[in-house]
């Protein structure tokens, strides 16, 4: 019998009980154990296969960027798939479920596409690959991650719309999609996204209005539309999003409307941005109930009125950009309780009245630029006072009075400019003492006294512009050390005098020295030879005497000189030929003696000369330079004799050079014939000895090697070295220049790239690692603007480009060549004028290092097929160096018409070089003639003749205008010609940089005027 169900008593039975479950409990546990260990079996090998999955959808997507191997993915390894959550580059996994849950690639400079395997990763809640170079359409399946939480895919250039499945995202919090080039109307289905707070859409392509159902968005926190070509009205709707903190709607947007006044309801907004977008009428007051705001940027619009008093209420505002409008009026006293104001821009304006006294009282103001308005009265005299003025510009206006003594009370003054006003009295003393001063601009003024100890030695100065006023006294002397970056010094038309000190050596960065005009006396010291950099003397108009130093040759950039009207004696050096570059040179109105240099016929860079009214004797050389110079130039020295005067010399003289040199003919002419049939035959057969040696070399060296090659992918190519190769023929050349030959190819895949076969270097390769190193360089630049080199193949003896090609060839081609029959209306060459120079702007500003373009041309703009312009064969110039120069490249880099003049002769370039060639293709654009031989007379190109037709003034633009233009806005023509002046300045001192030439293009759509300070 059990006794387990035996009840006789209750204790009896609770002990048998108790003994029945310690037995039962001792035989489940090894089964349990079992079991848990199954489990732990089971599971592991379910995370197991799980990371293997997840691993290989990875390593399908790195498939897709191009690159197979790349070093920030080298942990992308599927034999690794074990250390996924805890290795791989940009992972991260739940603790839990190890389900992949971020993907984080950004800035790793990976190309390519976005493959849609990666909405297979169902758990991902972060995708984050901006700052990449991937470029497509973006995957439209993203609809099925409905964890997604975080979308940033920024700074890369994704093209197509941007349409899916938004209303499955219901999580999504932040979508950033700025900076690729999305085109077609905002996408609609943003707005069904109901935990959205940050959407950036800015700097695309986007057309159209803005949805008014935007304004629906009621989390939203961040928006940011800029940088788009959005039109019409800005919609009323956008006040309803109240939780916004920035609003940024500006650049390249062209509304048709004014600032909706229900903006004044987005009471938490601290950034408002709406700059640079056609905006009209009034600043609304409603603009005042925005009290958290610490910026508000508004410039560059037509907004007309004045400035409403109700602004005064932000008093948490620390940069107010109300520039390059139509403003009226004065500014508004109310504006003193602006006390964390650091940023004051009111310039290009119409307001009137004093500078109020209250920007003096402003503590915290770094930035004060009034700037092309029509302000009255004094400079408040405390201004700079609260010792953190930083830049200071109220050029251009009707200011009178002294300038204060308290502007760089601080020392942190870095800009004062006040030309063009009514200034008077000294200049302060303390601004000798200001070392932080950089640029400093006063022209135009009545200003008197010396300059003050120590000013012309601060460490930091730049530019010294101090030209037109009534300064006096002795230029001193120094032991200092002037600042090497002084470039340009101008005094000219004041009242200096006494001798300039022999210190004036030691401002070795000088590139512009300008002293016209003053009372200079003594003799020109010899240490100016020290000025190795300067590129222009202007010493005229003075009382120096004494002779021309002769160490003025050894000043080896100089291009302009002028020394007239002094008393300089004695002769003209010779030595001056030894100046390659100089293009400009007046002595005239002095006392020099003796003959004109005849070295001076062979400076081929020349073009001006003025010799006038001075004491010189002889003939004046009827060849070289010296037949392109003026009659003018010689008039006055009454020895003087030659065609160009009218007055015959001494025939004597004039002949003997040519009986020279027909006694020297007569004596070869002596040597019999029959030698010299002989001599010929002798010559042939070993000329032809050499070229069969030559042949049989070359068929050996062809039998014995058969170079490999090399494909070196810069993004993920469907295609090999062979389909390369089989595009190298000649029925498929499209373009031929100096950096090589261009062929078009259509890849097995379809896609259609242009080959350009480099030329070969003079060592008879081309193949050598800094070449190599170099383009792999390039290969790694991506930008919207720059032409994209997809691969290098290469051997021994060829290296072979393959870029995306662009269907509607070159800018050239179609202003000039084989496409003339389009004619490019304006609004398309403004498009393309911008675009270019954002591509430059790019190399030279945003690479590191810096990128020289070497080679800009209206050929080397190639257009998509939306004329969207690319930036093509940057760099390439200098490669080619080594090889033969063509009739296109010159040797020294740059195509003809296009070369700056300061590197013709020097082989010097910089970035600068780059923004004059720049600025020979907006003329291109304006007037639809060529660079060079378009103009009848020898030798004239565009820059000139643009100079010559509209006398150097943004005025007369409708002279040069492209005849085949119609309806070209005038106030647009102007401004880009303005623009191009400035970039074919013929120092490069004076050229903006491309950065600055991006932003002034930008005005060109604006009524305004845009001025560089």
Same mark, same amino acid.
């Given at each position: ?14 002990l ?142 994704f ?10 995202? *219901? ?40 949805p ?20 019409g ?5 956008? #006040? $309803?999003?109240?939780? /916004? ?12 409307? #004014? ?19 056609g ?11 925005? =009290? ?11 907004? *007309?009125?004045s ?7 932000l ?40 500078v ?7 503590p915290?103001?770094?930035? /004060?630029?009034?700037?092309d308005?029509?302000f ?11 010792? &953190? ?36 009295? +000294? ?31 601060? +460490? ?26 002084l ?6 038309? $004041? ?8 210190s ?44 021309? +130093?002769l160490?003025i ?12 009207? &002094? ?18 040179? &007046? ?115 062809? =039998?014995?090697?058969? +170079? ?53 270097s ?7 690692? #800094? ?22 193949c ?26 003339g029959?389009?004619v ?6 403004l ?6 120079a ?23 703009? /190639? ?13 390439l ?21 296009y ?6 002769? *020097? ?40 100079k010559?037709?509209?006398?150097? =003034?943004?005025?007369?633009v ?31 001192v ?12 930008a ?11």
């Open positions: 019998m059990d006794i387990c169900f035996n009840k006789p008593h209750i204790a009896t039975e609770r048998h009980t108790s003994q029945c479950s310690l037995l039962s409990s001792k035989m489940k546990l090894p089964f349990l154990t079992f079991v848990l260990f199954l489990l732990f079996v089971c599971c592991q090998s379910v995370s197991h296969n799980s990371l293997r999955k997840q691993a290989s959808i990875l390593v399908s997507l790195k498939q897709s960027f191009g690159v197979s191997d790349h070093p920030s993915l080298v942990t992308w390894n599927l034999s690794q798939y074990a250390s996924l959550c805890s290795n791989w580059t940009g992972i991260a996994c739940d603790n839990t479920t190890f389900f992949i849950s971020s993907l984080d690639i950004s800035s790793l400079n990976l190309s390519g596409t976005l493959s849609p395997v990666i909405t297979q990763l169902r758990s991902l809640e972060n995708i984050s690959v901006d700052g990449n170079g991937f470029s497509g359409a973006f995957p439209r399946t993203i609809h099925v991650l409905k964890k997604l939480r975080f979308l940033n895919i920024s700074n890369n250039m093209s197509g719309g941007l349409e899916f499945e938004f209303t499955m995202l *219901t999580k999504l919090q932040v979508l950033d999609a700025y900076n690729n080039n999305f085109t077609g109307s905002l996408p609609l289905g943003v707005s069904r996204l109901p935990s959205l707070t940050y959407l950036n859409l800015g700097g695309n392509y986007f057309s159209g209005d803005i008014p159902s935007y304004g629906g968005l009621k989390l939203l926190n961040f928006l940011h539309l800029g940088g788009n070509d959005l039109k009205v800005l919609p009323s709707h956008l #006040g $309803n999003l109240t939780n /916004l903190t920035q609003l940024l709607l500006g650049y390249f947007n062209q509304f048709d409307s #004014g600032i909706p006044v229900e903006f004044g309801k987005l009471v938490n907004l601290i950034h408002l941005d709406l700059s640079n977008c905006l009209h009428g009034e600043v609304p007051k409603e603009l005042g109930n925005l =009290t958290k705001l610490d910026t508000l940027f508004l410039q560059t619009n037509r907004l *007309t009125g400035i409403p008093t109700e602004l005064s209420n008093i948490n505002l620390k940069y107010l950009d109300l520039s390059n409008n139509q403003l009226v009026g004065e500014v508004p006293a109310q504006f003193s309780a602006l006390t964390k104001l650091t940023i004051l821009n009111l310039f290009i304006n119409r307001l009137h009245g004093d109020s006294i209250f920007v003096a009282d402003l915290k103001l770094e930035n /004060l630029s009034l700037w308005n029509n009255t009265g004094t400079i408040p005299p405390m201004l700079g006072r609260n010792g &953190n003025l930083k830049h200071l510009d109220l050029s251009t206006n009707k200011l009178t009075g002294a300038i204060p003594k308290f502007l760089c009370f601080g020392r942190k003054l870095k800009t004062l400019i006040l030309f063009d006003n009514f200034l008077f009295g +000294p200049l302060p003393d303390d601004l000798g003492k200001c070392k932080s001063l950089s640029r400093v601009r006063m022209g135009q003024n009545y200003l008197s006294g010396p300059l003050p100890n120590g000013f012309l030695y601060l +460490p930091f100065l730049s530019l010294v512009e101090l030209q037109n006023n009534y300064l006096a006294g002795k230029l001193q002397g120094s032991n200092a050390n002037p600042s090497k970056f470039a340009q010094l101008n005094l000219s038309n $004041n009242r200096f005098f006494g001798s300039l000190p022999s004036i050596g030691n401002f070795s960065g000088l590139k512009i020295l300008l002293l016209d005009g003053n009372k200079l006396s003594g003799e020109v010291p010899s240490e100016i030879g020290d000025l190795k950099s300067v590129l222009k003397l202007d010493f005229s108009r003075n009382n120096f005497s004494g002779e021309i +130093p160490e040759s050894q000043c080896s950039s100089l291009s302009y000189l002028d020394l007239s009207r &002094n008393e300089l004696t004695g002769s003209i050096p010779s030595q001056l030929s030894q100046l390659h570059i100089l293009n400009y040179l &007046n002595v005239s109105w002095n006392h020099l003696s003796q003959t004109l240099p005849i070295e001076f016929g062979s400076m081929k860079s020349l073009t001006s000369a003025d010799f006038s009214y001075n004491n010189l004797s002889g003939s004046i050389p009827e060849t070289g330079q010296y037949s392109l110079f003026k009659s003018t130039s010689f008039e006055g020295n009454p020895n003087l004799c030659g065609p160009f005067l009218k007055r015959p010399c001494n025939d004597s003289s004039s002949t003997l050079p040519l009986q020279t040199n027909h006694q020297v003919d007569s004596k070869t002419s002596k040597v019999p014939a029959k030698y010299k049939l002989v001599f010929a035959l002798g010559l042939l057969v070993c000329s032809l000895a050499f070229v069969i040696l030559a042949v049989i070399k070359t068929r050996k060296m062809r =039998t014995h090697s058969k +170079p490999k090659w090399k494909l070196t992918a810069f993004q993920k190519l469907e295609f090999g070295s062979e389909d390369i190769l089989e595009c190298l023929k000649d029925n498929n050349i499209i373009g031929q220049g100096g950096a090589g030959v261009v062929y078009g190819g259509t890849m097995p895949n379809g896609e259609q790239v242009a080959i350009k076969k480099l030329g070969t003079k060592n008879g390769g081309s193949h050598d690692s #800094g070449l190599s190193a170099e383009i792999q360089t390039l290969g790694r630049i991506r930008h919207r603007y720059i032409v994209r080199l997809m691969a290098l290469s051997n021994k003896e060829t290296n072979l480009l393959v870029y995306e090609y662009m269907p509607n060839g070159s800018l050239g081609e179609l202003l000039h060549g084989k496409k029959g389009c490019l209306k304006w609004d398309t060459r498009k393309i004028a911008i675009e270019a954002k591509g430059l702007c790019y190399l030279h500003h945003d690479c590191s290092p810096l990128i020289i373009h070497r080679d800009v041309k209206s050929n080397n703009i /190639l257009l998509s097929s939306d004329f969207e312009a690319h930036v093509a064969d940057f760099g110039a200098k490669f080619m160096q080594d090889g033969g120069a063509s009739e296109c490249m010159s040797a020294i880099a740059g195509s003809y018409g070369i700056a003049p300061e590197y013709a002769y *020097t082989l010097k370039i910089d970035e600068k070089s780059d923004v004059y060639s720049y600025g020979v293709v907006l003329l291109e654009l304006i007037t639809g003639r060529r660079p060079v031989g378009d103009f009848g007379e020898d030798g004239l190109d565009i820059v000139r003749w643009s010559m037709q509209t006398n150097g =003034t943004k005025e007369e409708g002279k040069i205008l492209d005849e085949r233009l119609k309806k070209v806005p005038l106030d647009e023509a102007t401004q880009v010609f303005f623009v191009a002046m400035l970039c074919v300045q013929e120092h490069n004076e050229r903006p940089t491309m950065r600055e030439v991006v932003q002034m293009l005005q060109a759509k604006q009524p305004n005027t845009f001025h560089m300070h």
